[in-house]
């Protein structure tokens, strides 16, 4: 659970900390720190591409940039979402998997 909240707020920095601090604690814990992780990681591509696309945008029009500025407050708002939810779910011991992770760490 402490993996996930550590994701939420500290990204992929908080989801490598707890990763590599409780992937020993047992197959539930690995699994989910790595599900964390996982997450993280697709949680950062995002942030680039919209980096990249907003970017874009305000290179074709500076009225554009507050389309890029809604959309990384969506894409933060959804993450730090589906953090709190699996967070919930884990410490009701229920493993979670995110829809749209990739699983980049076995």
């Known amino acids: 659970m402490i993996t996930y909240l550590l994701t939420a707020f500290l990204g992929i920095v908080g989801a490598a900390v707890g990763w590599a601090v409780f992937k ?6 690995k699994d989910q720190t790595t599900e964390a992780l996982n997450w993280a990681i697709t949680w950062a591509i ?3 591409a919209l980096w990249v696309v907003t970017f874009v945008l305000v290179m074709l029009t500076p009225k554009l940039a507050m389309v890029g500025s809604l959309l990384y407050m ?3 708002l959804a993450g730090l979402i589906l953090c709190i939810i699996a967070a919930l779910k ?11 992770a990739l699983r980049l760490i076995k």
């Open 74 to 76: 969506a894409l933060w």
């Open 46 to 48: 995002g942030f680039v």
């Open 24 to 29: 020993t604690k047992g197959p539930f814990a």
């Open 90 to 100: 884990v410490k009701g011991g229920v493993a979670y998997r995110y829809p749209f």
